[in-house]
């Protein structure tokens, strides 16, 4: 059709020998297209923003920008992505790339892989928002619990106690215990005598590639005392500007496709850019929206006093506001006596308060841990005290039956039992 032509953009190291190639055929008319070169990957995410139509991008494998995110960020923009890349050691059809091209590409290559993959735009061609689906598929069917709670609650404890009452129960795979709060504490609790490898080595691991069960397995820690997998967090809590988005949910798919249940320490801030204004900020909250999203439940921990519960139902009404549903919110009251008026009195202040703040829905119950020696067991690197770990894991499958446990559903209707078939009594 008249006034068409493929919209080209293009990401390079300096004096690439493909890079002035397609240049040159682009502008002397041997293929149909036009071709912006960028000189960074955030000026290939700028023209991709400014909502122009585009055809295809071609990425150098080499550069170390051409990661998941940018790829990604292509896909978003309902362009194709495509790499230039003489090392075919790199998955890069898991990533979301369309063609694999050498660095000695010829003309005739090129217009192949365009006329399979891209389409071409036309001249008069409308300004255009349109989005492909570039989410990273859930790649197992663990179940994902968050824990969180406002500062003092003991939030961190509660997880431990979780994952230990997990490890020892009926899943079919090993439990992890992964610590995504900012400021992370789960290294100081479990005297963690290595920084590395951590949250950050598993996010990096994901950026160029999907690395086995083996190496995601790698890069935690085993808990003997109390039998889960540990991944420590952030060494620092300004690190966490080192986390890209598509990196981090590939990373948290690994887990879920790794381990048998995946405990997660979050922070309870869940502020984003639609709260505040700024993107800035959820970035920053990147590990907690992105894990509270997935969810199968959050665990939310208070204590038993006016700020405690105070603190429950704000965070209550926090996670509502997100897209939590109320039966999947867990309030776990810690520290709490073994008064019967007192915790009544609880369940009431919290249920009257809670369901206030949900239009009506219909909370779960608050969930009571009574008072133990946990700081001592923490100290001294032992178990976790009981009934804390098997409380705690009785909600869990209360809540959340393991998917991957192969049960035996009983039938509909009743089945025909034939004269003789079940024997005799003797």
Partial sequence: MRGERYVLLGLARARSEWFRSVALWATAGAIPAEFYKCVSAEELRARLASGRPFSAALLD????????DLIAAVRDAA?????????????????????????????????????????????????????????????????????????GTGASSVAIALAQGLASGRLSGPVLLADFCRVADQAMLHDARDVVPGVQELVELHRGGRPTMYEVHAQTFHVTERGYQLLLGLRR????????????????????HTFGAVVCDIEPDLEGEA?????????????????????????????????????????????????????????VVNQVARRPRLRAELTQAYHELVKMGMNGAEPLPPLFLPARHVDEALRDGVPLPPPLPAILAGAFHGLIPDPRVDTVRPPETPARVEPGSIGALT
């Fill in 79 to 151: 362009c194709v992505p495509m790499i230039v890349d003489d090392g075919r050691d790199r998955d890069w059809s898991g990533l979301g790339i369309a063609a694999v091209l050498d660095s000695t590409v010829t003309r005739e290559q090129l217009l192949d892989a365009l006329a399979t993959h891209a389409t071409m735009v036309s001249s008069g061609a409308p300004l255009s928002n349109a989005r492909v689906d570039a989410r990273i598929p859930d790649q197992g069917t663990a179940p994902l619990v968050a824990v969180c709670g406002s500062g």
């Fill in 61 to 68: 494998g080499g550069l170390p920008s051409t990661d998941r």
């Fill in 237 to 256: 809590p300004r690190y966490w500007s080192a986390l890209r988005p598509r990196s981090f949910e590939a990373a948290l798919a690994s887990l879920r």
């Fill in 275 to 331: 709260d505040g204004g700024s993107p800035d900020v959820e970035e920053r909250n990147l590990m907690a929206r992105t894990v509270t999203g997935q969810a199968s439940a959050v665990f939310l921990v208070g204590r038993a006093d006016l700020p405690g519960v105070h603190g429950m139902v704000r965070l209550a009404g926090e996670l509502a506001r997100f897209g939590v549903p109320a039966g999947r919110i867990v309030p």
